[in-house]
């Protein structure tokens, strides 16, 4: 089945810890992103990547680290966690970077820093 | 600049009466607009898309989006709602700037009652 996959789905970590979250998809895209999703904000990007080894920052990187060493692998790493950093994060993949491309997402990951 | 204005942040209709989201945007260019649907603990699945062919787009589970460029409106209808239905629709802009940007709108929320 052609999917979007995230790990964990749920996180509860405390300030300064550092963690990953891992996205992994099994369509061959070149296009990845992820996304944090906060109560009236709809989504907003945080970081893209057009292939292996090109990542760009998106809307809102600040707090956030990402690689691209695989095209079906893409983490999301934060070094450093704070509380604002709370929030629900989603992967995305496409097969190109093209304005009508579908992108296909993650079912996301609910992440609380305390 | 791309933006993108839901106009309801809550909808609630009756099981078999019609639905309409609204939403509006902004795009300098000819843009490609996404109906995705969230349901509760789920990822976005795509609704439907237009992408500069014909102004009514037909989607999933009935739903269908009208492009009016002259009122810049991409409105989200269904003939007869069912209490599936119930979930978080985003309306989306998609905009390439090198790479491909979405735009989501802040979200509306659909209940929908017996």
């Known amino acids: 089945e052609a999917q979007v996959t995230q790990n964990p789905r749920y996180l509860i970590t405390v300030t300064g810890k550092k963690l990953t979250v891992t996205c992994s998809q099994n369509?061959?895209?070149?296009?990845m992103s992820w996304y944090r999703q906060d109560p009236g904000l709809g989504l907003r990007q945080i970081y893209y990547?057009?292939?292996?080894?090109?990542?760009d920052k998106g809307d809102v990187p600040e707090g956030y680290k990402v690689s691209r060493k695989e095209k079906r692998n893409f983490p999301l790493i934060l070094e450093s966690p704070s509380p604002n950093q709370t929030s629900l994060y989603f992967c995305?993949?496409?097969?190109?970077?093209?304005?009508?491309?579908?992108?296909?997402f993650g079912p996301g990951t609910r992440l609380l820093v305390l | 600049a791309q933006s993108v204005t839901q106009l309801d942040s809550h909808v609630s209709v009756s099981e078999g009466t019609p639905v309409l989201l609204r939403c509006n945007y902004s795009s300098s260019y000819s843009p490609s607009l996404f109906w995705y649907v969230q349901h509760p603990n789920k990822g976005l699945q795509l609704l439907l898309k237009y992408t500069s062919a014909a102004t009514l787009v037909k989607g999933i589970n009935g739903f269908e989006a009208e492009f009016k460029k002259s009122e810049t409106s991409f409105h989200l209808t269904k003939p007869s709602a069912h209490m599936s239905d119930a979930a978080e629709y985003f309306c989306?802009?998609?905009?390439?700037?090198?790479?491909?940007?979405?735009?989501f709108g802040a979200g509306t929320r659909l209940a929908v009652h017996p």
């Open positions: 369509m061959n895209h070149e296009y």
């Open positions: 989306v802009v998609s905009v390439f700037r090198g790479y491909n940007k979405l735009i």
């Open positions: 995305a993949s496409s097969k190109l970077a093209g304005k009508q491309e579908t992108q296909y």
């Open positions: 990547s057009m292939n292996v080894e090109v990542t």
